[in-house]
């Protein structure tokens, strides 16, 4: 694939990337259209404090979304993407899988989108940085 298109879905992915942590962190979260994930939160960590929480995990997720964009350290970032996805989303499998839009199968989409974050930065950015020292 020639290097324009290489850097230019790679741009696009990190974007998409950005936008969904943004849109669960701000959306989701902060602004609370989505009260399911306030009541996630009180599942998992209990009652008190659950909006504290559910607000403090999405102003990580804005967080998130600005050090993506930002590509800092962006294999680092992926990793801590990758790495916090799983962790929510199995505990979400385990604890609440009836508050989860899709139910068990959230998962899928889990892994899509940590397939998704991988392929953008160990393979797509890999290429990008090979074709460029060349």
């Known amino acids: 694939m020639p290097a324009i298109k290489l850097r230019t879905l790679h741009k696009t992915l990190t974007l998409l990337i950005a936008t969904v942590w943004l849109i669960n962190g701000l959306a989701c979260k902060v602004l609370n259209l989505v009260p399911r994930h306030e009541q996630i ?12 929480f559910t607000v403090l995990i999405g102003l990580s997720e804005i967080i998130m979304a600005i050090w993506i964009l930002t ?6 970032n992926a990793i801590v993407q990758i790495i916090t996805v799983a962790t929510m989303n199995t505990l979400e499998f385990i604890f609440v899988p009836e508050l989860l839009l899709w139910g068990r199968f959230n998962i899928i989409f889990a892994f899509i989108f940590i397939s998704l974050v991988y ?9 990008l940085n090979q074709q460029s020292t060349q």
């Open 71 to 76: 590509k800092f350290k962006s294999k680092l």
């Open 41 to 52: 939160v009180a599942s998992i960590l209990g009652d008190e404090n659950s909006r504290l």
């Open 119 to 127: 392929y953008n930065e160990f393979i797509l950015n890999k290429k």
